[in-house]
């Protein structure tokens, strides 16, 4: 029964700390091995880190709180294309297709945390903190890995009329 719709959506509970949907799904996606209470460490140390760099900078026209900084950064690394091999006529083609909002979540996801768990010698915490922060304000790995991904859609223009 592929396909079939799941409820997975209305069994998702919001985080403990904040109440927010879209964070209790971050922390889900940072879970190895079912271990959620390592995972709700890691990002609940990683908001007290952006929370205290916020308190002590204290940045002009930057989020007041660590939450908002999230999903500053969540809304950044969102993209808005991305490439999708198509063949035609015994040739492959990388056509442009718009992205469902449910994919550019997911993708902003993997890309954040790929781009933190790559940094290696530092406490995860410290260098998720340090990609979201980048992330809020427009830099970081994450931040790159979106920009490649329009350049390539951009690239491929020619062959968006295959997009259907």
């Not at 998702?12 to 709700?40: E, T, W």
């Not at 690394?77 to 198509?86: A, L, T, Y």
């Amino acid at each position: 029964m592929s396909g079939r719709i799941t409820k997975s959506e209305q069994q998702l509970r919001p985080d403990p700390r904040y109440g927010d949907k879209v964070l209790s799904r971050f922390i889900n996606c940072i879970m190895h091995g079912g271990k959620k209470a390592v995972a709700q460490r890691v990002v609940y140390s990683a908001l007290d880190d952006i929370q205290a760099r916020l308190d002590k900078e204290k940045p002009e026209g930057a989020p007041e709180t660590a939450i908002e900084v999230f999903r500053q950064a969540i809304g950044n690394v969102k993209p808005g294309v991305e490439v999708r091999s198509k063949r035609v006529g015994g040739a492959n083609y990388q056509v442009p297709m718009a992205v469902t909002a449910r994919r550019q979540q997911s993708l902003a996801f993997r890309w954040i945390i790929t781009a933190a768990r790559a940094e290696k010698g530092k406490p995860m915490h410290r260098c998720l903190a340090r990609e979201l922060y980048d992330a809020a304000r427009g830099e970081g790995k994450a931040m790159t890995t979106r920009e490649n991904t329009h350049r390539m859609a951009d690239a491929n223009k020619a062959f968006a009329h295959f997009a259907w």
